[in-house]
């Protein structure tokens, strides 16, 4: 199995980057700099695209690890084939060394650019996606929602069972289409439950485990008992992709991982709500899927989010260190700076990691 998915993986990893890859049809994108520095360390630095100085890196960790918000932000020209930066770096200890590391840019929007193209109905940009990446399984709607009318009474007898109306993206993505990757899948109308009527029954803490009670503070469980779970993760363990209709608590942690410090979450005006994934790893904390400014993702974001999580991370590792992935279509690339050696910076695309995904 194992050599099976490498094999995959790899065959991917040609078909998205071969030289006679179809043209691209994606809006320029946008990537930030996320250093991940111990605690006084300090990089200042040249940010160049073929040559050219497009933009200025100048940061000192007050915290350590990797932040939410970039430290700067630049255009990722069209065509572009190097990135380099050039520059110097101060440790720990004080000691300054200088650096300049070039690497070559592979672009991963041959297969990610329908997700983005916003002109689109959702439902139409995931096909398109699932047609290019072979990721992901797009079929018709199950039964009971054969025709528009029986989709619109199973989404009505789902809403009356939970108590709330469902985002109108869910309601289309789940009265169009039946979606799986690998083992994971959308849940279709008239599966639709609570969070924790999942946990109870795909996850079995019903059947003599203890109980939700007895692992969760009483403000989770409350979450729990009144989200939507949407899509169900199966895997090491299962998680879920939600929607809790209260939305969040201004100042509640948005219990991603590393970014110290933050300011915690923030209610929106409106306040539609907030999505969150879950897994039994961390059962007690549900990570947030939230914006630059701290507010909740709007839904098309959120759902989109579960193909940048779990589809198109099986994508993203580049063959060696002197590769970088980045996406034009990605509107926001997240690009990890962290240094192994004093003149070796390390660069990472990482908005398509399973964890740092929620950024």
Sequence with gaps: MAALLSSYIGNL????????????????????????????????????????????????????????????????????SRLELRGSHVDAQGKATSFRRRWSVLDMARISHPLYDTA?????????????????????????????????????EAEARLGTTLPSPLRVLLAEADIRIDNSYFLQPHRLQTAEGLLLGLGGYGDGNGGLGALLPPSVLARYRRSVAAFAEIGDGLGALAWDPQGVVAGEPPNSAGDQGNPGAQPATPNEGVWYWLHQEHIAEP?????????????????????????????????????????????????????????????????????????
């Design 120 to 156: 689109r109905p959702l439902v139409e940009r995931i096909r398109a996606f699932a047609e290019l990446s072979g990721l992901v399984e797009v079929g018709n709607a199950r039964p009971p929602a054969g025709t528009n009318a029986e989709a619109e009474a199973a989404l009505l």
């Design 13 to 80: 990893f040609s078909k998205v980057f071969a030289g006679d890859a179809p043209p691209l049809h994606a809006a320029k994108g946008r990537a930030g700099i996320h250093p991940w520095l111990q605690v006084g360390e300090q990089v200042n630095a040249d940010v160049l695209a073929d040559g050219k100085a497009i933009a200025r890196l100048e940061h000192t960790a007050t915290l350590p690890g990797l932040k939410k918000r970039p430290s700067v932000v630049f255009d990722l020209p069209e065509n572009l």
């Design 287 to 359: 990570a947030l899927l939230l914006d630059d400014d701290y507010q909740p993702q709007t839904a098309e974001a959120a759902l989109t989010h579960v193909f940048k999580r779990l589809a198109l991370s099986q994508a993203a590792s580049p063959e060696s260190e002197e590769q970088l992935l980045v996406d034009t279509a990605h509107p926001r690339n997240l690009l990890q700076l962290h240094f192994d050696e004093p003149r070796k910076p390390q660069l990472r695309f990482r908005s398509y990691d399973y964890h740092y995904s929620l950024y």
